[in-house]
């Protein structure tokens, strides 16, 4: 294989501003938390409730957009102006559908909802204070994603990334100011830093309209607004087996959380450490295999498939080095651990270590299994993912882990069910993308 410079630079022009807007989206969640953390452990307990149930509704938006820039790659790919339109006019009817419907959801169920999962009766009123007025975040999110993934689908990455760069500070100066009640501003406290995320994702929203407004002004994008049965129907069936494979991950994850609360209180704090680490440097192979998706749906667009299998082989190359980076980094962190958590008791650094060579070794197995997923989804054959998911996760890993702590097994074999998991769709992932690629080498000879 030869791997060619221009693989490197097309990817990573297209990775690195992906790879900001994720860190970013991160931060969001976490600025917001410093920001009510003086207002008392209710306020804290209430934003973790009801951002819980945000976070999810968000998550499916972004299921839904996923489809969206898979379709919409493949339209920029093939060169149709017209048809870009009318596919970013399905991803918005889908998507505004989707969140209209949970808004409605929410609006009916959300006070019993919060009240079930706690019964302090200030933490409940705050979440639902909290989660009223997230609804209209939920609203331009949905709208805005449509916009971000067109940007995304035609490699512009960066307009994006300047849109959250816009957002980020004004959330923060707003939530302060109406947390506090800073500059005659009223004093809102947990609804502050809700109205303040409205606030900011408005000016977001705007500013990636305005930059939609000018793609369309200079003739990049024609067909807006214009509904097409067939370019719906098409959406459909591209997102529906992505936003049931994002549902079997995070309530597969969720339950495994669940279990893990199980464990010694030592122990669980450990894993509770490491868990957002993993998902944090996780996000340089995924908007890789992200960015790397764009590319191949555009090839299929295009119609130059024996570019796909190809670039494919180049692209996992980069894959595997960064599962290597990802494994120094944790290595160090493994290393550094009793430094950056000196306050912690000795037997959760004991746990740490415990664990330090499961989550070392992991990225190894899952950025390639990350990769193809990806890639597999874009090459249209998402259900085969969703399947071996419900299997490996499901049927085997959820069971098996609820088996080991209910048998006391020791901390790294409980943990380490995380890396078997990965393991076991290691196989079936490797063969169903060469399947697939071996499918655009057969039209290539033909």
């Given at each position: 294989?030869k791997?060619?410079?221009?693989t490197l630079?097309?990817?990573a022009?297209?990775?690195?501003p992906m ?7 991160q931060?969001v969640?976490i600025i917001d938390l ?10 804290v307990?209430?934003?973790g ?13 972004f299921?839904?957009?996923?489809g969206?820039?898979l ?29 209209l419907l949970?808004l409605f959801t929410?609006f009916l169920?959300?006070?019993?909802l ?7 009766a200030l ?16 609203l331009f999110s949905?709208?805005s ?5 067109y940007f995304?689908s035609?490699k ?5 990334l300047?849109g959250?760069?816009?957002e980020?500070?004004?959330?923060v100066i707003?939530s302060f ?7 005659g ?9 809700a ?12 500013y ?6 000018k793609e369309?002004y200079?003739?990049y994008?024609?067909g807006l607004?214009i509904l097409s ?5 098409e959406?459909i ?5 992505i ?6 991950l995070l ?5 495994f959380q669940i279990?893990f609360a199980?464990l010694p209180v030592?122990?669980y704090a450990?894993?509770?450490?490491v868990?957002?680490w ?6 340089f192979?995924n908007?890789?295999?992200?960015a ?6 555009q ?14 082989d180049?692209?996992l190359?980069?894959?595997r ?10 290595y ?11 306050n ?5 650094l004991?746990?740490?270590?415990t664990i330090?060579p499961?989550y070392?070794?992991?990225?190894l197995?899952r950025?390639n299994?990350?990769?193809?997923g990806n890639?597999i989804r874009a090459?249209?054959e998402?259900y085969l ?5 419900i299997i ?5 890993a959820?069971p098996?882990c ?8 020791p901390?790294y ?7 078997l998991d990965?393991?076991l769709k290691?196989?079936?992932?490797r063969?169903?993308l060469?399947?697939c690629?071996g499918?655009?080498k057969?039209d290539?000879?033909a």
């Amino acid at each position: 294989m030869k791997f060619t410079k221009k693989t490197l630079l097309q990817n990573a022009s297209l990775a690195w501003p992906m790879t900001c807007n994720a860190i970013l989206m991160q931060s969001v969640t976490i600025i917001d938390l410093l920001l009510i953390a003086s207002l008392g452990e209710s306020q804290v307990a209430a934003f973790g409730i009801a951002g819980a149930i945000v976070s999810f509704i968000i998550g499916i938006q972004f299921a839904i957009a996923n489809g969206t820039q898979l379709v919409l790659s493949r339209a920029v790919g093939a060169g149709d102006k017209n048809n870009i339109g009318l596919v970013m006019t399905s991803g918005w009817v889908i998507n505004i559908g989707f969140s209209l419907l949970a808004l409605f959801t929410l609006f009916l169920f959300n006070a019993p909802l919060i009240e079930n999962i706690t019964h302090d009766a200030l933490v409940a009123s705050e979440a639902k204070s909290y989660v009223s007025i997230s609804l209209l975040l939920l609203l331009f999110s949905s709208a805005s994603q449509v916009i971000v993934v067109y940007f995304n689908s035609t490699k512009k990455t960066r307009i994006p990334l300047y849109g959250f760069m816009i957002e980020i500070p004004c959330n923060v100066i707003c939530s302060f100011i109406l947390i506090y009640g800073i500059w005659g501003a009223p004093e809102l406290g947990l609804a502050g830093a809700a109205w303040g995320s409205v606030i900011a994702i408005v000016i977001r929203f705007a500013y990636l309209s305005y930059r939609l407004y000018k793609e369309k002004y200079h003739g990049y994008v024609t067909g807006l607004f214009i509904l097409s049965k067939k370019s719906v129907i098409e959406h459909i069936q591209e997102v529906v087996p992505i936003v049931a494979n994002f549902i079997v991950l995070l309530t597969g994850l969720l339950l495994f959380q669940i279990l893990f609360a199980q464990l010694p209180v030592a122990s669980y704090a450990a894993i509770t450490l490491v868990l957002p680490w993993i998902k944090i440097v996780s996000m340089f192979a995924n908007t890789w295999a992200q960015a790397s998706t764009i590319i191949v749906s555009q090839y299929i667009g295009k119609n130059e498939h024996q570019k796909i299998a190809p670039f494919v082989d180049q692209s996992l190359l980069v894959t595997r080095i960064i599962a290597v980076f990802i494994l120094l980094i944790f290595y160090i962190f493994s290393e550094l651990a009793p430094l950056i958590y000196s306050n912690l008791s000795s037997e959760t650094l004991t746990a740490l270590a415990t664990i330090a060579p499961i989550y070392i070794v992991l990225p190894l197995i899952r950025t390639n299994n990350m990769f193809c997923g990806n890639m597999i989804r874009a090459m249209g054959e998402s259900y085969l993912i969703v399947r071996v998911n419900i299997i490996t996760q499901w049927i085997i890993a959820l069971p098996l882990c609820a088996l080991m702590i209910y048998l006391e097994a020791p901390l790294y074999v409980v943990f380490g069910i995380i890396l078997l998991d990965e393991i076991l769709k290691f196989q079936p992932f490797r063969r169903t993308l060469k399947s697939c690629l071996g499918k655009y080498k057969g039209d290539e000879k033909a």
